[in-house]
C-alpha cells in the first residue's frame, strides 16, 4: 500500500491508484470531465489540475494523469490550482451554447455542475461562438454538438471500449467534431450509454426527450430484466410513468454500462395498450371479483377431473417471489407445473445449464473481462446477453482469444477465431476441444475426469473442421484463466452439461477455469433449478390432447415460449383458461379469465442472474395510469379521490395465492422461502450458495451424435431487439428490429436451388413457418436460421434445434399458395 | 422608589390641578378633531379608488410572450424547482419548430407567498409577477391557474428578449450559427486551419 497526503487527510491506496481516484477514496471530488473510470485517463480536459507539493513531479499537474507515489502531498485547494480550474472551466465554456433551459442534462449535467461550482457566470470572450450542425443519429440518442467541451470520452467509449466504429471524431483545431461521417441510426446496441458518458447534453435521450428533470424523477435502484445478465439499473419515475431508465455502477456485473434493450425496453409498463382491468368471458370486471371467479372455476375442474387438470406456465420473465408462489400454491393445489420451456430439448438444456453451475467454476461478468481464453459455444452474446459482449471485449482488449462455435453468423464488436458449426456438433467439438486443451492427464484427475477426458480425446466431430478445433484446444492449453460461455437455445440438449464440464476439467488442472451459461430470460436459472425436467411445453400440449389438462393458468408467460401460436385449437379446448399478465397477449385476449398484474416496476421482485447472483428490483411506484394518459395530455385532472385510476393490477405472486383462496395477503419472503434450495436462501445482492460439485459431473453426453443428414436443422435466432417479449414492444426498438429472414448458407440455398428473397413454407410439423430466404455467408452448413421477430411464426421450432427434411422446405408465392 | 412617585403624583391630587388638566386635555382632543375635520382625508376609498401600484409590486403571476408574440417559457422547471411552497408544476414536451413547451402549467394561487423567486429564476423572462393583487375566489379550486389562464398577450416588463434568438439549438426562430453571437456552422470535414 502506498500512503500519501491528500488536502491533510492521510489516505492509503495500491500501488497503481491515480490520484484523483486516491482523493475519491478519501471523500475529495476532484472535478473532472475526461476521466471515467472505465475508459481511463487521457488529461484531455484539465479541469483535473491539483498541486502536488512533494513528489517526483512538484506543480500543477492533472491529478487523473499521475499515479500515487510514497510520500506524495498533495493539494487540491492550492490558490494556483483552484485558479486554473477556474480558467479551464472559464474557456471550456467559451463556445457553449446558451441553452440549458432547453437541454435535457440540465439538472445532471457535469459541465453545468462546475461551472456554478467554479463561479463562472457571465461570458467575457468578445468573439462569437463556434457552431456545429447536428447530425440524426436514430430512435434512441438525440445530437447536439454545440455542447461539446472535447473530452472524448464518447469515442472512447464507442470505438474501445464498445468496439464499434460508426462514430468518430472528425475535423480539427477549434472544429473537432464527434459524430458520424454522415447522418443514420447508431450501428451500436450499446449507443444508449453515450448520454450517461458524455459529460454535458452532447448526447441525451430521445424517447425520454423534454419528459421532466433529474430532481423532479422518483429514482429507484432496480434490475434489467430484458436477458439473463441482471444488470444493474436505475429506474426514473414521475407522474406513474417511467421515464427513463439509467445504467447504475455495479462492478461485479455490468460495470458502469448497459445495453439498449436494457435502457429503452420498459415502454411497456405504461402503454396504453397495457390491460389494468380484469375480464371474465370477455366482460371486464374487477380484481377482486375475477380472482374469485377464477378460483372456483378452478377448484370446480380440480373436483371433477382431480386437481392434476389444473396446469401452470411460466417463463423466464417471472420473479423469484411468483415463482416461490407457483411452487408453493401449485403443490398444495396439486396443481402440475409449472411448464416452461416449449419442449425436451430446450427444457433439458436449460435445466442441466442451471443444475451444472457449481461454486468452482461459477464466474461473472467482471471474471470474464479477466480471463484469457474464451470459448462461445452456441450463443449470440450481442443478441441473447448483450453486456456479456462488452464483457468478452475488454478481455479480447487485454489480449485473450476468443473463438465462438455456432450454427449463426454471430457478430460481436471484437475479431474471433470462428467455427461454423451445427447445434448437434458442438457437444462434440467441446469435448474434441477440451481433449486437446488439457495437456495431459495429470495425477491430479479424478478417475470420473479422467473418464470425461478420454471421452473427449475419443470425441470426432467432422474431418474438415477437427483440424480446427484441434488448434483452439492447442490454443487453450496455455490458458490461466479460461472461460467457457454456453448459450441454451441454438444447442443440442447435452451441450450445457458438457460446457460445464469442459470447464470443470480445465479447473481440475488447476487452472482458474469458468463456466458461464446464457439463459432464455431475467430469472430462467431459478426457473430451470426449480422446474421439473418433465414440465416442458411439449407435454403440456400432451396433456391437453389426451384432455389430462383442462385448465390452465398462464403466469406472465407468452405462450409462444411454450410451443404455443395464439390461436393454437388446443387452447380453445380448456375449460378454463386463466392468463395473468402486465401484457397485452393474444393469449391474454382469448382467455376465459384475464387477471391484470403489476409490472417489476411497480411490484418490484427478486431475480437470480445467469451468474446465479441475487438481484433485487425495488418498487419504483405504486402503478396506476400514467397522469398523462388519464388527463390526455393536458394539465392533471381538477377532480380528486383516494383511489389511483388504473391501480387494480396486483403483484403476480398474490394473484396466485388468491386463486389458491389463500387470500392476496402473503409474504414475499414466505415465498421465497417455499422455493427448493438453494432458491430458498436467496438473499438480495448475494450468489446464490451453489452446490460445491454437481451431482452428475464429468458424466460424458451419451452420444454425442453428430449427423443431421439430408436435413437441415433449424434454429431459432433471438434478436436484440424484437425477440424479448417486454422490450419488443418499445415503439423506439422497433425502429431498429431487423426484417424477418430465414438464413441458409449459400451452398444450401444452391443445393436447395433457393435464392434470396424467395419464400419457402417450412414444415416443422407442429406448425408451418413461411418467410423470405436470406443468403447468409458465415453461418453453418446444414441449418436453417429462423429469427425470433414479429412476422414470423417461430413457435413451431421453439424446441431448440429440431431437424427438418428437405422435402418439407417449399418454395410459396408471397400469396402463399405453393 | 415607591415613595418618590408618591411625592411627585401628590400636586396633581389638587382638585384646581385636576380640573385644569382636565380642561388643557379636552380642548386639545377637540382641537385634533377640528384639525382632521378640515383636513384631505388619507384613506383611500377602496374599491372605489385604485391606486396604481409600482410596476414591480408582487401579487398575481403571468406567462408573457416572446416580441414574436410566442410562448416564452420552455417548460425549464427552474421556477417550479425553485418555488419555496412548491405551488407550480407543469409538464414540458416538445412544440412545433423545435421549440421547447409546456403542455400544461399550474400555479397554485392559494399557496404562493409572492415572493418572486420564479421570476427571478426564469431564463427567459417568461414568468412575471404583476401588481394584480386582487386575485381571490369563493372556492379554492378557482386559486388554481392553468396555462390558458396565466398566459397573457405581451411581454410584460421584458418586451425585448426572445431565448430562441440566443440559445444555440435549431428552432423556427433561428438555425445553426444564425442566433446571437454565433459565427456559422464550421465544416467538420475540413483540415485547413
Ligand atoms: S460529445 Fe460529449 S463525450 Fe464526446 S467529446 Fe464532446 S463532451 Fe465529450
Ligand atoms: S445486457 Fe441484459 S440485463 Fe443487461 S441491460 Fe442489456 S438486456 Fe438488460
Ligand atoms: S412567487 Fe414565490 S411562492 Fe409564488 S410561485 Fe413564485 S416562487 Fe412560488
Ligand atoms: S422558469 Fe420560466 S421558462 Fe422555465 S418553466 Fe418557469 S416560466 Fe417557464
Ligand atoms: S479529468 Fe484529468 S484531464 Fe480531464
Redesign the interface.
Known amino acids: 500500500m502506498i500512503k500519501l497526503i491528500i488536502d491533510n487527510l492521510r489516505v492509503e491506496v495500491p500501488p497503481g491508484t491515480r490520484v484523483i481516484d486516491a482523493a475519491e477514496q478519501a471523500g475529495i471530488m476532484i472535478p473532472r470531465f475526461c476521466y471515467h473510470p472505465a475508459l481511463g485517463a487521457v488529461g484531455a480536459c484539465r479541469v483535473c489540475a491539483v498541486q502536488v507539493l512533494e513528489g517526483s513531479c512538484r506543480g500543477i499537474r492533472m491529478s487523473c494523469m499521475i499515479e500515487a507515489e510514497e510520500g506524495m502531498v498533495i493539494s487540491t485547494t492550492d490558490e494556483e490550482a483552484v485558479a486554473f480550474r477556474r480558467q479551464v472551466i472559464e474557456w471550456l465554456m467559451a463556445n457553449h451554447?446558451?441553452?440549458?433551459?432547453?437541454c435535457d442534462e440540465?439538472?445532471q449535467c457535469l459541465l453545468q455542475d462546475m461551472t456554478v461550482s467554479g463561479g463562472h457566470g457571465r461570458r467575457r470572450l468578445p468573439v462569437?461562438?463556434?457552431?456545429?450542425?447536428?447530425q440524426h443519429l436514430g430512435p434512441l440518442v438525440v445530437h447536439?454538438m454545440?455542447?461539446c467541451i472535447q473530452c472524448y470520452r464518447c469515442v472512447r467509449f464507442y470505438r474501445e471500449y464498445a468496439g464499434y466504429t460508426d462514430l468518430g471524431v472528425?475535423?480539427?483545431?477549434?472544429?473537432?467534431?464527434f459524430?458520424r461521417r454522415s447522418d443514420g441510426v447508431l450501428e451500436s446496441p450499446f449507443a444508449g450509454n453515450l448520454i450517461d458518458v458524455c459529460p454535458t447534453g452532447v448526447f441525451t435521450d430521445r424517447p425520454s426527450?423534454?419528459?421532466?428533470?433529474y430532481?423532479?424523477f422518483e429514482r429507484t435502484p432496480s434490475v434489467c430484466i430484458h436477458c439473463s445478465l441482471g444488470c444493474r439499473v436505475t429506474v426514473n419515475t414521475r407522474?406513474r410513468e417511467v421515464v427513463r431508465v439509467e445504467a447504475a455502477h455495479d462492478p461485479q456485473v455490468n460495470g458502469w454500462f448497459i445495453c439498449d434493450r436494457g435502457r429503452y425496453g420498459f415502454p411497456y409498463a405504461s402503454s396504453p395498450q397495457r390491460p389494468r382491468s380484469a375480464r371474465i368471458d370477455g366482460r371486464k370486471s374487477g380484481v377482486d371479483e375475477a380472482l374469485d371467479e377464477a378460483a372456483r372455476r378452478l377448484s370446480g375442474i380440480a373436483q371433477r377431473h382431480g386437481s392434476g387438470s389444473v396446469a401452470l406456465a411460466a417463463s423466464g420473465r417471472v420473479c423469484l417471489e411468483t415463482l416461490g408462489a407457483l411452487t408453493r400454491f401449485g403443490s398444495e393445489k396439486g396443481w402440475r407445473g409449472p411448464f416452461f420451456r416449449a419442449g425436451p430439448r430446450t427444457a433439458e438444456a436449460l435445466q442441466s445449464a442451471s443444475k451444472n453451475l457449481e461454486e468452482k467454476i461459477s464466474i461473472s461478468l467482471k471474471d470474464i473481462e479477466k480471463s484469457d481464453f474464451i470459448l462461445l459455444v452456441g450463443c449470440d452474446p450481442v443478441n441473447e446477453a448483450p453486456m456479456l459482449a462488452l464483457s468478452v471485449r475488454q478481455a479480447r482488449r487485454r489480449g485473450a482469444v476468443v473463438a465462438l462455435a455456432d450454427a449463426r453468423s454471430v457478430q460481436l464488436p471484437l475479431d474471433a477465431r470462428r467455427l461454423a458449426l451445427r447445434p448437434s456438433q458442438l457437444t462434440a467439438a467441446l469435448m474434441r476441444f477440451a481433449g486437446k486443451a488439457v495437456a495431459d492427464g495429470g495425477a491430479a484427475l479424478s478417475d470420473r475426469a479422467r473418464g470425461f477426458l478420454q471421452a473427449c480425446r475419443d470425441s470426432r466431430v467432422d474431418p474438415a473442421v477437427d483440424e480446427q478445433i484441434d488448434h483452439l484446444g492447442l490454443a487453450a492449453r496455455e490458458s490461466r484463466r479460461p472461460v467457457v460461455v454456453c448459450g441454451t437455445s441454438a444447442v443440442a440438449p447435452d451441450t450445457p452439461a458438457a460446457a460445464a464440464n469442459v470447464a470443470r476439467l480445465l479447473a481440475a488442472e488447476g487452472r482458474k477455469a469458468g463456466f458461464f451459461p446464457v439463459l432464455p430470460g431475467a430469472n430462467a436459472l431459478a426457473l430451470g433449478l426449480a422446474g421439473r425436467t418433465a414440465d416442458h411445453g411439449a407435454a403440456l400440449r400432451e396433456a391437453l390432447e389426451k384432455g389430462d389438462v383442462r385448465a390452465l393458468v398462464v403466469v406472465e408467460t407468452n405462450l409462444s415460449e411454450l410451443g404455443f401460436s395464439a390461436d393454437d385449437p388446443l387452447l380453445e379446448n380448456l375449460e378454463a383458461l386463466v392468463v395473468c399478465d402486465c401484457l397485452d397477449s393474444a393469449a391474454g385476449r382469448a382467455a376465459r379469465v384475464f387477471i391484470p398484474t403489476q409490472t417489476v416496476f411497480e411490484a418490484g421482485g427478486t431475480f437470480v442472474s445467469a451468474e446465479a447472483r441475487v438481484r433485487e428490483a425495488r418498487p419504483a411506484f405504486r402503478g396506476g395510469t400514467p397522469v398523462?394518459q388519464v388527463?390526455g395530455?393536458?394539465?392533471?385532472p381538477?377532480t380528486f379521490s383516494p383511489d389511483i385510476p388504473g391501480a387494480d393490477p396486483l403483484p403476480a405472486w398474490q394473484v396466485l395465492a388468491a386463486l389458491a383462496r389463500e387470500g392476496t395477503r402473503v409474504s414475499a419472503d414466505t415465498l421465497r422461502k417455499a422455493l427448493p434450495a438453494p432458491l430458498c436462501g436467496a438473499a438480495p445482492g448475494k450468489r446464490l450458495a451453489l452446490p460445491a460439485s454437481a451431482p452428475d459431473a464429468f458424466q460424458p453426453p451419451e452420444d454425442p451424435a453428430t449427423a443431421a443428414d439430408g436435413g437441415l436443422e433449424v434454429v431459432v435466432c433471438e434478436h436484440i431487439f424484437g425477440s424479448e417479449p417486454l422490450s419488443r414492444r418499445a415503439a423506439c426498438l422497433q425502429e431498429l428490429e431487423s426484417a424477418p429472414r430465414l438464413g441458409l448458407h449459400p451452398g444450401d440455398a444452391a443445393a436447395l436451388q433457393l435464392s434470396a428473397g424467395q419464400r419457402v413454407a417450412v414444415d416443422c410439423g407442429r406448425g408451418v413457418i413461411e418467410g423470405e430466404i436470406e443468403i447468409v455467408n458465415e453461418m453453418a452448413r446444414g441449418v436453417l436460421l429462423v429469427p425470433r421477430l414479429r412476422g414470423i411464426d417461430w413457435h413451431a421450432a421453439a424446441d431448440g434445434p429440431l431437424v427438418v427434411a428437405v422435402a418439407d422446405i417449399r418454395s410459396v408465392k408471397p400469396n402463399g399458395e405453393s | 422608589m415607591s415613595s418618590d412617585r408618591t411625592k411627585k403624583t401628590k400636586p396633581a391630587d389638587h382638585p384646581g390641578t385636576l380640573i385644569a388638566e382636565s380642561i388643557k386635555a379636552l380642548g386639545s382632543g377637540f382641537a385634533t378633531t377640528a384639525k382632521h375635520l378640515l383636513r384631505r382625508p388619507v384613506t383611500e376609498q377602496y374599491p372605489e379608488q385604485k391606486r396604481v401600484l409600482p410596476e414591480r409590486s408582487r401579487a398575481r403571476i403571468v406567462l408573457t410572450r416572446d416580441p414574436d408574440g410566442r410562448e416564452r417559457c420552455?417548460?425549464?422547471?427552474?421556477c417550479?424547482?425553485v418555488c419555496p411552497v412548491s405551488c407550480i408544476s407543469m409538464?414540458?414536451?416538445?412544440g412545433e419548430g423545435g421549440?421547447?413547451v409546456a403542455?400544461?402549467?399550474?400555479i397554485n394561487f392559494s399557496r404562493c407567498i409572492y415572493c418572486g423567486l420564479c421570476e427571478e429564476a426564469c431564463?427567459?423572462s417568461a414568468i412575471q409577477l404583476t401588481p394584480d393583487f386582487e386575485n381571490c375566489r369563493q372556492d379554492i379550486?378557482e386559486m388554481?391557474f392553468?396555462?390558458d389562464d396565466l398566459l397573457v398577450d405581451h411581454g410584460g416588463r421584458d418586451d425585448r428578449y426572445c431565448?430562441y434568438r440566443?440559445?444555440?439549438?435549431?428552432t423556427d426562430t433561428a438555425g445553426?450559427?444564425e442566433?446571437v453571437?454565433?459565427?456559422?456552422?464550421?465544416?467538420?470535414?475540413?483540415?485547413l486551419?
Not at chain 1, 472528425?170 to 467534431?177: C, D, E, L
Not at chain 2, 453571437?181 to 483540415?191: H, Y
Open positions: 451554447p446558451h441553452d440549458c433551459p432547453v440540465g439538472g462569437k461562438k463556434r457552431t456545429h450542425i447536428d447536439e454545440n455542447r472528425m475535423g480539427s483545431a477549434g472544429r473537432v467534431y459524430g426527450r423534454f419528459k421532466g428533470r430532481w423532479d407522474y398523462a388527463s395530455g393536458g394539465h392533471p381538477r | 420552455v417548460a425549464c422547471y427552474l417550479s424547482a409538464q414540458s414536451t416538445g421549440r421547447r403542455a400544461w402549467f399550474r431564463p427567459t379550486l388554481v392553468e396555462k431565448f440566443h440559445a444555440g439549438i435549431a445553426k450559427g442566433h453571437n454565433e459565427q456559422p456552422p464550421v465544416d467538420a470535414k475540413s483540415n486551419p
